[in-house]
């Protein structure tokens, strides 16, 4: 389906290319990245095996759209978004942590609840907690980005104890993350959504905190329909999600959560192609927008063409 599995892309200016869990990253002269959202998914810190047509698409133009609605806050790294798969800005030296804000009990913070954990990341939660349930102020839970393997939680104690961010900083990045989540929710409830949940990832530029990477996508995100939240809360049934939750579920489901022995369940046609169709779901729901197929061809000589046009203006 002419999906992006990989890029191997050879750039003027090319320093090195990084291949994340679902981006391949090109550092242009140690100014500027290029970021390729390719179309592959990752799910309890796995990349599966097989690319979802669109879904690269989807996220970067998301994140487009909210990090334009969010510069105001604080600058981010865009310069230009020259294909719908990706993006061009400035390199950052990244902060070694993942600012999670979480507005209600749901995903990796109820799974810890529901096993008895009423701490998190050093923040008390309080007993009587339901899944799902509005938490009585968003709480902000880091994690250490991790190059291999799992992402850890960590405290805000521990983060400035360890010396990966110092206090002046992580209280700069508290800030940001409490004004951009409140944005993003605000945004959500625009389109009848509630923003569960979301992680964001500041680096540095010339002594200037930026946001990077992509913001309130559903593969960093967690959204809820509003429309009938608190009905299915006092029925205790689960909620309507937007958001990658499903794969997760369908994983589990399956016998798989990342865990050593465990193989990846086949992910045939029909489910390749449901995971696609919710991801352009996902993308008009919550930008109110429709989304636009890009013309048929070579998907990889589109992507390359664009980029390398874009750089020599840059340049």
């Known amino acids: 389906m002419n999906a ?3 890029t191997n892309f050879n750039f003027e200016g090319q320093r090195s290319l990084y291949k994340g869990k679902v981006r391949d990253v090109y550092d242009i002269d140690g100014d500027y990245l290029v970021m390729v959202a390719s179309d592959r998914i990752s799910a309890f810190d796995v990349v599966l095996p097989e690319p979802i047509p669109y879904k690269g698409q989807v996220l970067n133009q998301i994140a487009e759209k909210f990090l334009a609605a969010t510069a105001d806050i604080l600058p981010n790294w865009v310069i230009t978004v020259p294909d719908p798969s990706a993006t061009i800005g400035y390199r950052c030296e ?3 942590v993942e600012m999670v804000i979480r507005g209600y009990l749901a995903g990796h913070a109820w799974r ?5 954990g009423r701490e ?14 509005r938490l009585p102020t968003p709480i902000i839970t880091p994690t250490t980005k991790a190059a291999v393997g799992h992402d850890e939680d960590i405290s805000r104690e521990e983060i400035i104890k360890q010396g990966i961010v110092t206090e002046k900083d992580y209280i700069q990045l508290e800030k ?14 625009e389109r009848g959504l509630i923003l569960v949940d979301t992680k964001y990832e500041f680096g540095k530029k010339d002594g200037v905190v930026y946001l990077m990477d992509e913001i309130h996508t559903p593969d960093s995100s967690r959204y809820f329909y509003a429309e009938g939240y608190q009905d299915r809360q006092n029925k205790n049934e689960p909620q309507r999600q937007l958001s990658k939750e499903f794969v997760r579920q369908w994983l589990i489901e399956n016998g798989f959560q990342g865990k050593d022995g465990q193989r990846v369940p086949e992910m045939t046609e029909e489910i390749i192609a449901s995971i696609s169709e919710r991801y352009i779901e996902l993308f008009e729901h ?13 998907v990889l000589l589109r992507v390359e063409t ?4 874009a750089l020599e203006k840059i340049a």
């Open 306 to 309: 664009n980029i390398r046009q």
């Open 286 to 298: 919550i930008t109110g927008e429709k989304f636009q197929y890009p013309a048929a061809g070579n």
């Open 4 to 6: 992006i599995k990989e």
């Open 112 to 116: 810890t609840y529901k096993m008895g």
């Open 176 to 189: 940001f993350t409490h004004l951009l989540y409140q944005r993003g929710a605000e945004m959500a409830n």
């Open 94 to 96: 990244p902060f070694k």
């Open 120 to 133: 998190l990341c050093g923040i008390s939660l309080p007993e009587g907690l339901k899944e799902n349930d």
